[in-house]
């Protein structure tokens, strides 16, 4: 018997009170069609009513999939547990979920990504929980704020701080899904998935898993419906005694405002002279220096931001595939794509899925994180989750928290204050305008990554900016490089809300990442570092 069925008649079936997790990273393996139907049921006979919303990855985006805002209606949803959220333009007006956050219309947390599927692993498994390390010290932290983003979060707990041979771990109680939203290209009548064109698996077969062990509902959204048994096994990742009903989406986007890109789903490779190259601008001086940091071999992660212009640096200088990326949506390899394509990657060598992944960098796998921040405050911490002025600007933490916990490197890249408008000249920085809004402060708005924790893990962290280099000591942030044309004084340690230290040894930093002919120096061979 075919278990399609229209979204709809699908949608019907979703029970009040109900606990749905979703599979999407924004518009990437988005369920839209099905989160549509939902919105629609509940608007045309008010039912399902308060339910429990989980997506490890934000579930839609603020250009053109709108996801979890489908449901962002008085009453239908009742508590939100994501790893992220719908971002976009400070200008724009932001996603209707974010709204009913901030009016405590709904009790919504941000957990760490790799920590919901970790949480839904141990669900399917019926085991009772995660206790874990990641997070200890930061906004996840019950001493800090527990993961709650508003005050009706604040009222149910969901993370307690417990001692368990000799050490201090964060516990979560298991996650059990009664609905799984997954999407997939293809299923055959059986229910069987196959992802051929996707950017990623995400966490498909674990939601799946966690939703058919207890008891619930799988619903796999596709492009397409293909004969059963005409799907090649090795090409099948979910299989059909999982998914209860398949809902045909013909016009389902690949990801974020893009139809279909088949680089992005290793369908082909793209010719690396296709990939545009950033411009010559004071970002990319900061990107050339990131990359300065880089031994070949490496195995590197990245995150949003400045930082993710660093494969074109690498690109631009013929140096593509001598570091290997890794991001936390799954694409190993290939080259990393930027802005509202985030998350994915063309010419990618693996699809890893995301809970795997996680567990990868969640236990310091890797060789170096390259990621951006918002503050960093006098212990070296860092914020990138929380802006309260404009909230839906930043994602929320994401997998920045799982990342950091353990890696052995971190190296942090953003602007020393909000506003300034730079430019280089003539080799120089030169700062026309100064901006208004610290970076460097006292005290962040949220703790994203603890330095504190950072120091007592010997872990290696470099904060790039457009006018200086610092490195965390166990004394706190010390600047080690000056950009020339930069005063120290003047331009930033009078522009730090907190005391900086400065290397007795400062250096200025090469002239030639400063020019547009610059050639950055090789990178060196990787050194093998004990675990």
Same mark, same amino acid.
């Given at each position: 018997?075919?278990?399609?069925?229209?979204?709809?008649?699908?949608?019907?079936?979703?029970?009040?009170?109900?606990?749905?997790?979703? +599979?999407?990273?924004? %518009?990437?393996?988005?369920?839209?069609?099905?989160?549509?139907?939902? %919105?629609?049921?509940? @608007?045309?006979?008010? =039912?399902?009513?308060?339910?429990?919303?989980?997506?490890?990855?934000?579930?839609?985006?603020? $250009? !053109?999939?709108?996801?979890?805002?489908?449901?962002?209606?008085?009453?239908?949803?009742?508590?939100?547990?994501?790893?992220?959220?719908?971002?976009?333009?400070?200008?724009?007006?932001?996603?209707?979920?974010?709204?009913?956050?901030?009016? +405590?219309?709904?009790? =919504?947390?941000?957990?760490?990504?790799?920590?919901?599927?970790?949480?839904?692993?141990?669900?399917?498994?019926?085991?009772?929980?995660?206790?874990?390390?990641?997070?200890?010290?930061?906004?996840?932290?019950?001493?800090?704020?527990?993961?709650?983003?508003?005050?009706?979060?604040?009222?149910?707990?969901?993370?307690?701080?417990?001692?368990?041979?000799?050490?201090?771990?964060?516990?979560?109680?298991? /996650?059990?899904?009664?609905? =799984? /939203?997954?999407?997939?290209?293809?299923?055959?009548?059986? *229910?069987?998935?196959? $992802?051929?064109?996707?950017?990623?698996?995400?966490?498909?077969?674990?939601?799946?898993?966690?939703?058919? +062990?207890?008891? *619930?509902?799988?619903?796999?959204?596709?492009?397409?419906?293909?004969?059963? %048994?005409?799907?090649?096994?090795?090409?099948?990742?979910?299989?059909?005694?999982?998914?209860?009903?398949?809902?045909?989406?013909?016009?389902?986007?690949?990801?974020?405002?893009?139809?279909?890109?088949?680089?992005?789903?290793?369908?082909?490779?793209?010719?690396?002279?296709?990939?545009?190259?950033?411009?010559?601008?004071?970002?990319?001086?900061?990107?050339?220096?990131?990359?300065?940091?880089?031994?070949? %071999?490496?195995?590197?992660?990245?995150?949003?931001?400045?930082?993710?212009?660093?494969?074109?640096?690498?690109?631009?200088? !013929?140096?593509?595939?001598?570091?290997?990326?890794?991001?936390?949506?799954?694409?190993?390899? *290939?080259?990393?794509?930027?802005?509202?394509?985030?998350?994915?990657?063309?010419?990618?060598?693996?699809?890893?899925?995301?809970?795997?992944?996680?567990?990868?960098?969640?236990?310091?796998?890797?060789?170096?994180?390259?990621?951006?921040?918002?503050?960093?405050?006098? +212990?070296?911490?860092?914020?990138?989750?929380?802006?309260?002025?404009?909230?839906?600007?930043?994602?929320?933490?994401?997998?920045?928290?799982?990342?950091?916990?353990?890696? @052995?490197?971190?190296?942090?890249?953003?602007?020393?204050?909000?506003?300034?408008?730079?430019?280089?000249?003539?080799?120089?920085?030169?700062?026309?305008?100064?901006?208004?809004?610290?970076?460097?402060?006292?005290?962040?708005?949220?703790?994203?990554?603890?330095?504190?924790?950072?120091?007592?893990?010997?872990?290696?962290?470099?904060?790039?900016?457009?006018?200086?280099?610092?490195?965390?000591?166990?004394?706190?942030?010390?600047?080690?490089?000056?950009?020339?044309?930069?005063?120290?004084?003047?331009?930033?340690?009078?522009?730090?809300?907190?005391?900086? /230290?400065?290397?007795?040894?400062?250096?200025?930093?090469?002239?030639?990442?400063?020019?547009?002919?610059?050639?950055?120096?090789?990178?060196?061979?990787?050194?093998?570092?004990?675990?």
């Amino acid at each position: 018997m075919s278990k399609v069925k229209p979204a709809a008649d699908v949608a019907m079936l979703i029970k009040d009170g109900a606990v749905i997790a979703v +599979n999407s990273s924004s %518009g990437l393996c988005c369920p839209d069609a099905m989160l549509a139907a939902i %919105g629609e049921q509940y @608007r045309a006979h008010g =039912a399902p009513k308060g339910v429990t919303m989980i997506h490890p990855i934000a579930a839609g985006d603020m $250009f !053109g999939t709108k996801g979890v805002d489908h449901l962002a209606q008085p009453g239908l949803i009742s508590t939100i547990i994501g790893g992220s959220y719908p971002s976009g333009p400070s200008g724009a007006e932001p996603p209707v979920i974010r709204q009913m956050i901030a009016r +405590n219309e709904v009790a =919504a947390y941000n957990v760490p990504s790799g920590i919901i599927f970790d949480l839904l692993r141990e669900g399917a498994a019926k085991r009772p929980g995660v206790m874990t390390q990641v997070g200890v010290d930061t906004f996840v932290d019950p001493d800090q704020e527990g993961c709650a983003m508003n005050d009706a979060a604040r009222e149910k707990p969901i993370v307690r701080r417990i001692a368990f041979e000799g050490q201090d771990w964060l516990y979560f109680s298991a /996650l059990r899904p009664d609905v =799984a /939203l997954i999407r997939a290209s293809t299923a055959d009548e059986r *229910g069987n998935l196959s $992802f051929e064109n996707e950017g990623a698996y995400l966490g498909a077969m674990e939601l799946a898993l966690a939703a058919h +062990n207890n008891g *619930g509902m799988v619903i796999a959204q596709v492009k397409r419906v293909a004969q059963s %048994g005409t799907l090649k096994p090795h090409d099948v990742r979910v299989p059909g005694i999982l998914v209860d009903y398949v809902v045909e989406a013909p016009d389902q986007l690949q990801t974020t405002a893009t139809p279909h890109d088949p680089a992005i789903s290793g369908e082909i490779f793209r010719p690396l002279d296709s990939f545009d190259l950033p411009p010559f601008d004071i970002a990319k001086v900061m990107a050339r220096r990131v990359a300065c940091e880089l031994q070949t %071999g490496w195995a590197v992660n990245i995150g949003f931001g400045i930082c993710a212009t660093v494969p074109r640096v690498l690109l631009e200088e !013929g140096r593509h595939g001598d570091v290997t990326w890794v991001i936390e949506q799954g694409a190993v390899g *290939g080259v990393p794509l930027l802005d509202f394509k985030f998350g994915c990657s063309s010419n990618a060598e693996a699809f890893v899925a995301s809970p795997h992944q996680f567990t990868y960098f969640q236990a310091g796998g890797f060789d170096v994180s390259l990621l951006s921040f918002l503050q960093i405050d006098r +212990n070296g911490s860092v914020n990138v989750s929380k802006l309260s002025a404009r909230p839906h600007v930043t994602a929320g933490s994401g997998g920045f928290v799982d990342i950091t916990s353990r890696a @052995r490197r971190i190296i942090f890249t953003g602007y020393f204050n909000a506003g300034a408008k730079l430019s280089v000249i003539d080799g120089k920085v030169s700062i026309d305008r100064e901006g208004k809004v610290a970076k460097i402060v006292d005290q962040l708005e949220q703790v994203s990554f603890s330095g504190r924790r950072a120091v007592e893990q010997g872990q290696q962290v470099m904060y790039v900016t457009e006018r200086c280099v610092m490195k965390l000591t166990p004394d706190g942030l010390m600047v080690t490089e000056i950009a020339p044309g930069i005063d120290l004084q003047t331009q930033i340690l009078d522009r730090a809300e907190t005391r900086l /230290l400065v290397a007795p040894d400062l250096r200025v930093m090469d002239a030639a990442l400063f020019r547009p002919e610059g050639r950055m120096p090789l990178l060196k061979p990787a050194r093998q570092v004990a675990a």
